[in-house]
């Protein structure tokens, strides 16, 4: 199919085509089923774990989250060069239709307790994600018009954060609860599977991008060639690192959240929840305006402007909450009881303060807390969507998909990066606040990098403020 010789009025009418609309829903059911099947995973190996394996629950979440993101390094080269050799809605079909038998394999571990069918399960899942996500991204180029890029990527961005959302509520949720068991999760994560299949059908055709590649088996040369390519247009190159940068940035939060709400704002299971809901609000919200800023061109002056915006809420952020660091639960019954939340009158007020609900959180300064969040998301989706747009659009046709491989690969490392540095931290005495603000730091030391090495990014900048202010 070829890109139609007219874009929409605007993103939302995306929704309404057969190139986009399909795409779109098979895209959100796979980061869905990954997130619903992940935090499940997680739910049963931090209460049932030890007992079956004689590890210890935290060490069965830290080894499955590393056997998630293996594919992503071994695995990307491949799966770029499949993208470009082969037709990407063909190739996507078969990856989903492969998901339906490694969900099959995922129920099976899941009623009989066999973690290692569980842990097989979220090997081949990543190795799924793995190839369908460089057919995502590269097909778009290929289904939509050059003005209907930023929209398009907005949408995607949005859908996939919301995915994460209701992935982690219902696969945590339903695993958790006793009434419920692991029947239903089970049946949801098959049945996601089959209507994620059912969708990629009717993604419309697309011719290959490079029918004539020859494949390269070493991932590595293959990788270092990619990157090689890119580096040719430096602009290319600074692009996927920005891109990589956003892991880094994201990892470094979305991995604390719990630690940091439990012992820093005093919150419970619900505040983390609401938490995470804001923050990908924030980035739905900033991915659909994108498009209305950058005038539905590329406008790489949105990249910046989201950097600094993350910097700014990134240092600010662990000053919002209660008014003392909440490392203990008499330091959570005083930050909270000064706001009239909860006293600490007596030790029942003290435990009660450490488990604050999601009413008593937004009582106090927690309301602060979601602000901030929020605002944090927005300047990720206007950070990244331009991001995903200049690599479409910039890359030589014919290798798109093994541009966006490489950079999965360099996701995967700078998210392993992001973890080491902070267990590094740890181990010499930070705190989870300072962490964050180490993390606020580097990214702006990451941002006058990029000014200096890419200034079309600052250029842009001034060009698109000086029409908005007039």
Same mark, same amino acid.
């Given at each position: 199919?070829?890109?139609?010789?007219?874009? =929409?009025?605007?993103?939302?009418?995306?929704?309404?085509?057969? &190139?986009?609309?399909? /795409?779109?829903?098979?895209?959100?059911?796979?980061?869905?089923?990954?997130?619903?099947?992940?935090?499940?995973?997680?739910?049963?190996?931090? !209460?049932?774990?030890?007992?079956?394996?004689?590890?210890?629950?935290?060490?069965?979440?830290?080894?499955?989250?590393?056997?998630?993101?293996?594919?992503?390094?071994?695995?990307?080269?491949?799966?770029?060069?499949?993208?470009?050799? /082969?037709?990407?809605?063909?190739?996507?079909?078969?990856?989903?239709?492969?998901?339906?038998?490694?969900?099959?394999?995922?129920?099976?571990?899941?009623?009989?307790? &066999?973690?290692?069918?569980?842990?097989?399960?979220?090997?081949?899942?990543?190795?799924?994600?793995?190839? /369908?996500?460089?057919?995502? !991204? %590269?097909?778009?180029?290929?289904?939509?018009?050059?003005?209907?890029?930023?929209?398009?990527?907005?949408?995607?961005?949005?859908?996939?954060?919301?995915?994460?959302?209701?992935?982690?509520?219902?696969?945590?949720?339903?695993?958790?609860?006793?009434?419920?068991?692991?029947?239903?999760?089970?049946?949801?994560?098959?049945?996601?599977?089959?209507?994620?299949?059912?969708?990629?059908?009717?993604?419309?055709?697309?011719?290959?991008?490079?029918?004539?590649?020859?494949?390269?088996?070493?991932?590595?040369?293959?990788?270092?060639?990619?990157?090689?390519?890119?580096?040719?247009?430096? @602009?290319?190159?600074?692009?996927?690192?920005?891109?990589?940068?956003?892991?880094? !940035?994201?990892?470094?939060?979305?991995?604390?959240?719990?630690?940091?709400?439990?012992?820093?704002?005093?919150?419970?299971?619900?505040? @983390?929840?609401?938490?995470?809901?804001?923050?990908?609000?924030?980035?739905?919200?900033?991915?659909?305006?994108?498009?209305?800023?950058?005038? &539905?061109?590329?406008?790489?002056?949105?990249?910046?402007?989201?950097?600094?915006?993350?910097?700014?809420?990134?240092?600010?952020?662990?000053?919002?909450?209660?008014?003392?660091?909440?490392?203990?639960?008499?330091?959570?019954?005083?930050?909270?009881?000064?706001?009239? =939340?909860?006293?600490?009158?007596?030790?029942?007020?003290?435990?009660?303060?450490?488990?604050?609900? =999601?009413?008593?959180?937004?009582?106090?300064?927690?309301?602060?807390?979601?602000?901030?969040?929020?605002?944090?998301?927005?300047?990720?989706?206007?950070?990244?969507?331009?991001?995903?747009?200049?690599?479409?659009?910039?890359?030589?046709?014919?290798?798109?998909?093994?541009?966006?491989?490489?950079?999965?690969?360099?996701?995967?490392?700078?998210?392993?990066?992001?973890?080491?540095?902070?267990?590094?931290?740890?181990?010499?005495?930070?705190?989870?606040?300072?962490?964050?603000?180490?993390?606020?730091?580097?990214?702006?030391?990451?941002?006058?990098?990029?000014?200096?090495?890419?200034?079309? /990014?600052? &250029?842009?900048?001034? %060009?698109?403020?000086?029409?908005?202010?007039?």
């Amino acid at each position: 199919m070829s890109t139609p010789s007219a874009p =929409v009025d605007h993103q939302f009418a995306l929704l309404r085509t057969r &190139r986009f609309l399909p /795409f779109f829903i098979t895209g959100f059911l796979g980061a869905l089923n990954d997130n619903v099947f992940k935090n499940a995973l997680v739910i049963v190996l931090a !209460y049932r774990g030890g007992s079956l394996l004689g590890l210890s629950g935290p060490i069965l979440i830290n080894l499955a989250a590393v056997v998630f993101i293996l594919p992503y390094v071994f695995l990307s080269a491949s799966a770029g060069q499949w993208s470009d050799k /082969f037709q990407k809605p063909r190739l996507m079909r078969w990856v989903k239709l492969a998901e339906v038998a490694i969900m099959a394999i995922g129920v099976v571990g899941f009623i009989g307790s &066999r973690v290692d069918l569980l842990f097989l399960t979220l090997l081949l899942m990543g190795c799924h994600s793995t190839i /369908f996500g460089p057919a995502k !991204y %590269a097909l778009m180029p290929q289904q939509l018009h050059p003005a209907e890029l930023i929209g398009g990527n907005g949408l995607v961005e949005l859908g996939t954060f919301a995915a994460i959302l209701i992935g982690t509520v219902l696969g945590g949720g339903l695993v958790a609860s006793h009434e419920v068991g692991v029947l239903p999760i089970s049946l949801a994560t098959l049945l996601i599977a089959l209507a994620g299949y059912i969708s990629a059908r009717w993604i419309p055709d697309a011719p290959a991008a490079d029918p004539g590649l020859r494949l390269n088996p070493n991932p590595l040369s293959e990788t270092w060639r990619n990157l090689r390519s890119a580096a040719r247009d430096r @602009t290319m190159l600074l692009a996927l690192l920005a891109n990589s940068w956003f892991w880094f !940035y994201g990892a470094c939060f979305l991995t604390q959240f719990p630690s940091w709400t439990r012992e820093f704002l005093g919150g419970d299971e619900t505040v @983390t929840t609401l938490l995470l809901a804001a923050l990908s609000f924030g980035i739905g919200i900033g991915s659909l305006a994108c498009e209305r800023l950058s005038r &539905r061109g590329l406008n790489l002056g949105l990249v910046p402007a989201g950097l600094a915006g993350m910097v700014l809420l990134a240092w600010l952020l662990p000053l919002t909450g209660p008014d003392l660091p909440l490392q203990t639960a008499a330091g959570v019954a005083a930050g909270y009881g000064k706001m009239g =939340v909860a006293g600490a009158a007596s030790a029942h007020g003290v435990v009660q303060a450490r488990l604050l609900g =999601v009413t008593a959180f937004l009582q106090g300064p927690g309301i602060d807390t979601l602000v901030m969040l929020i605002g944090m998301g927005v300047a990720c989706g206007l950070y990244v969507v331009p991001l995903y747009a200049l690599v479409q659009s910039r890359a030589d046709p014919r290798e798109v998909s093994r541009m966006i491989a490489a950079n999965n690969v360099l996701n995967a490392v700078f998210m392993v990066v992001s973890s080491a540095l902070a267990i590094l931290m740890f181990a010499n005495g930070a705190t989870i606040p300072q962490v964050f603000q180490a993390c606020a730091l580097a990214t702006l030391v990451f941002l006058g990098v990029l000014c200096w090495l890419a200034p079309e /990014f600052p &250029r842009a900048l001034r %060009a698109w403020w000086r029409p908005v202010t007039g």
